[in-house]
C-alpha cells in the first residue's frame, strides 16, 4: 500500500501540526447506491437536515432556533442508538479536587500521541456547561450528598464520570434529550428511515435520499446537513453495538467525497458479557472503577503484571492483557470478580447489569463473570473542525461517525457521550451562523440524477455474506493483526465487492451489507498502512510504536479532497 501526502491547503481549524497527515488513494467511487431521477420521486424541504438519533443529532437539533426548520432522519425508532446502551456516563471536571488540566493529561495520555491538544483542552473544558445543561433539561444524575455522584473510570486520575440510573446513563440522557426534541415546534421526526446517501452538487451536500416502507423513496433537501450516523461495530463478530451500527453514515461520506480519518482505529471494550449462545451484553468499565478485579480461569489476578494502573489502565491495555491472558491460559475469556466488594453496594450501583445476569442465573456480587474484549467504539470517521465542518461544505458530522482529534489512538472512557455534546453543539451554533449570514433564500432542486444498475438478485445471501465479512474482520482486522492477515482480508473483501457492489437493491439489507463492504475495505487498507502499534492498533509483526507514523491516516474517493473554508 503506497501512502502519499495528503494535499492540505486548508487544514481544518485547530489541526494538530505535530501530527501530519498521509493520505491512501482510492481512485473514485460510485456516488450513490441506487439509480434515481428527480421528477418521479417526492420531495421535501427543510432548513437543517440530521441524519440520526443518538446524542450528537439530537443535541445538534436542538441547538437550532426555532425560526428554523430541522428533520431529524432516524434509521429505526428515536429509542435505538449506541447513545441509549451507553453504560458507564459523561465525562467532566466536576469535582472541586479535579482540574481542566488532569481531564486533559489523561485523554491526552489515552490516546497515544494522536489526539489534537487543542481540540481535546476545548471539550474537556466544555463539559461542565454541556452536562448542567442536561441537568436544566431534566436529566437525573445519580446524586451523593446532594451532588452529582461521580465514578472512576480506567485512564482517569479522578473520579468524574457522571451516571445516571447507576449503569444505564444513555438511556436516561437520551430520555431527556428526546422529550425537549419533541417538545420543540420547529424539529420534525421521520423514525424507521433508511438513508442511502448524502447528495451533492456543484460541490456542496444539498441534502439525502431516503427509504421507508411508508414513503418508499423521497428526497430530501437542507441549506445545512448534520451527519451523525453512529458507529460500526456490527462490521465484528464479537461486539457491543446494536445491529444499526453498520457505518453506513461512514460510507455515504467517502462516496459523497468525504476526507475520512483513523479508520484503523477501531476501539474494543475489554469486558464484553461471553456466554456462548447468548447476546453480547456491554459490562461498563466503571466495574473496574468501584474495585472489580480481572481473574483467569485458574482465579490468578493477572492485570498488575501488565500495567502500572492494572485494571485501571487505558482500554487499549486491559483488552491487550485480557487477548494475552486468554492464548496464554487456552481458554475463551476471564473473568471479572467483584466477590470481595460490599455485594449491597454492587448491586444497588449496577442494577442493570445485576438484573442481566440474573437471566444468566449469575450473582454479580459473588460469581466470577467471564468476559472477552469486543468491538465497542469507532474512533476514525469523517474530518471534522472545531465546529464540525467536514470537507464538503454543507455537510457537518458529529459524534460517532466523525474525526474530531479528541480520541487520538485510543478513546478515554466517558469521553463519547461528551464529544457527541459538545460537536453537537457546536454544529448548530456554526450552521445557524451560516444561515444567519445568507439571509432567507428559496431551496431549488438542483439537477441531480443516477443511472440505474444491475439489480441484485436472490442467489446472493446476504445474511450470509454478513456473518463471514464480521468473522472475517474479527479474525483479521481485531485486537491483533499482521501482514499477512490483512492482506487476506483486503484480498476477501475485494472479491465480495466485486459481485455486490455494482449491483443495485431496493431494501436495507443490500444497502447496509454494501456499506460494511466499503467501509471494511477502507479499514483493512488503513491498517495495513500503519506499520507500527499504536494505542487499539496492535501488529504483531509490528509490536512497537514508529515515531515516524505519529501521524494520521485519511481515505477519500477523490485523491485532491481537502478543507477549503
Known sequence: MTLAPAPRPGAPAGAHANNPTMR???????????????????????????????IAGFRAALG??????????TKQDDKESNSQYAQGGIAGVLDPSDRFDNHIADTLAAG???CDPD???????EAPERIGELIDWGVDFDQENGHVALGREGG????????????????????????RARARKNIRLWQNSFTLDLLTHEGRCRGVLVWDRRRGLSLVWARAVVLATGGAGQLYRETTNPRIATADGHAMAFRAGAVLRDMEFMQFHPT???????TRHLLTEALRGEGARLIDRNGARFMPAYHPMAELAPRDDVALAITAQMAKTRHPCVYLDLSHLDGDFIRARFPGIARVLREFDLDIARDPIPVCPGAHYMIGGVVVDSCGRSSVPGLW??????????????????????????????????????????????????????PSLEPGHDRIDLDDLRKSLRALMWRAVGITRDRAGLEDALAQVDRWGRYLLPLEFADPAGWTM???????RLMIASALAREESRGVHFRSDFPASNPDLKTHIEVAADPGASFKR
Do not use: W
Open 272 to 278: 464484553v458479557l461471553y456466554l456462548a449462545g447468548s
Open 119 to 125: 481540540v481535546v483542552a476545548m471539550v474537556v473544558r
Open 64 to 73: 437550532v432556533p426555532e425560526r428554523y426548520r430541522v428533520l431529524v432522519v
Open 112 to 114: 497515544k500521541g494522536l
Open 397 to 450: 458530522a458529529a459524534g460517532e461517525v466523525s474525526s474530531t482529534g479528541l480520541h487520538g489512538a485510543n478513546r478515554l472512557a466517558s469521553n463519547s457521550l461528551l464529544e457527541g455534546l459538545v460537536y453537537g453543539a457546536r454544529a448548530a451554533g456554526d450552521l445557524v451562523a451560516e444561515l444567519d449570514r445568507a439571509g432567507p433564500y428559496a431551496l431549488e432542486v438542483p439537477p441531480i440524477k443516477a
Open 24 to 54: 491512501i488513494p482510492f481512485g473514485s467511487t460510485r456516488t450513490t447506491l441506487i439509480g434515481f431521477s428527480p421528477e418521479e420521486l417526492p420531495h421535501h424541504f427543510t432548513d437543517v437536515l440530521v441524519v440520526g438519533g443518538g
Open 156 to 179: 482517569h486520575s479522578h473520579a468524574r464520570i457522571a451516571h445516571a440510573l447507576g449503569d444505564s446513563t444513555g438511556r436516561e440522557v437520551m430520555r431527556g434529550i428526546i422529550e
Open 514 to 520: 454494501q456499506n460494511m463492504l466499503v467501509v471494511a
